[in-house]
T-cell receptor
Framework: GDSVTQMEGPVTLSEEAFLTINCTYT??????LFWYVQYPGEGLQLLLK?????DKGSNKGFEATYRKETTSFHLEKGSVQVSDSAVYFC??????????????FGKGTLLTVNP | NAGVTQTPKFQVLKTGQSMTLQCAQD?????MSWYRQDPGMGLRLIHY???????DQGEVPNGYNVSRSTTEDFPLRLLSAAPSQTSVYFC?????????????FGPGTRLTVL
């Protein structure tokens, strides 16, 4: 079945450091890939997405490239801020319609950025 | 647009009690779903609905009921609460259940069952 594996946290960085959170996936067909972010005490919100191979999703300085050959969708940011402290979830979705549609999440990576 | 709203934010139940978690969206979304979030396990799908009057089971449906009488509302019922149902519950919606579409999440309900 479909699965998402992301690096285990927690990840602790200093402000302005470079961030990478690794994500790999297993899926049948051609999934879309997502990064969701959950700030403390809040629900998940979409950070970025890519719907086909070689697409790059970007938002708020974060980027991730859909790599079909390595089945990966690693999240990167060149210079993190304290406000980026959150839990990051990698996810994939496949299918369309009720029972065919599926959204699968990784377990989440807690990022803490210190000033 | 309020987006996806959930009530209550926090709830404490005793084993065996029942309750309903409310979820509403004002975006005219076709697809709505309930997830539970447990430490180290990501989010797991409980039930989903592709439109008013249509619901189906997700990955972990046991102990939960849902109904969808209107496009806007998708309540989740716990029939007889158990400590294993202590979790954070998220309602989500999307325009159409397609791999191209993002889901919009509510702020969550933190439930503790004693």
């Amino acid at each position: 079945g479909d699965s998402v594996t992301q690096m285990e946290g927690p990840v602790t960085l200093s402000e302005e450091a470079f961030l990478t959170i690794n994500c790999t996936y297993t899926a049948t067909g051609y999934p879309s890939l997502f990064w969701y972010v959950q700030y403390p005490g809040e629900g998940l919100q979409l950070l970025l997405k890519a719907t086909k191979a070689d697409d790059k999703g970007s938002n708020k300085g974060f980027e991730a490239t859909y790599r079909k050959e390595t089945t990966s969708f690693h999240l990167e940011k060149g210079s993190v801020q304290v406000s980026d402290s959150a839990v990051y979830f990698c996810a994939l979705s496949t299918g369309s319609g009720g029972s065919n549609y599926k959204l699968t999440f990784g377990k989440g990576t807690l990022l803490t950025v210190n000033p | 647009n309020a987006g996806v709203t959930q009530t209550p934010k926090f709830q404490v139940l005793k084993t065996g009690q029942s309750m309903t978690l409310q979820c509403a969206q004002d975006m005219n979304h076709e697809y709505m779903s309930w997830y539970r979030q447990d430490p180290g396990m990501g989010l797991r799908l409980i039930h989903y609905s592709v439109g008013a009057g249509i619901t189906d089971q997700g990955e972990v449906p046991n102990g939960y009921n849902v109904s969808r009488s209107t496009t806007e509302d998708f309540p989740l019922r716990l029939l007889s609460a158990a400590p294993s149902q202590t979790s954070v519950y998220f309602c989500a919606s999307s325009y159409h259940p397609s791999s191209y579409n993002e889901q919009f999440f509510g702020p969550g309900t933190r439930l503790t069952v004693l």
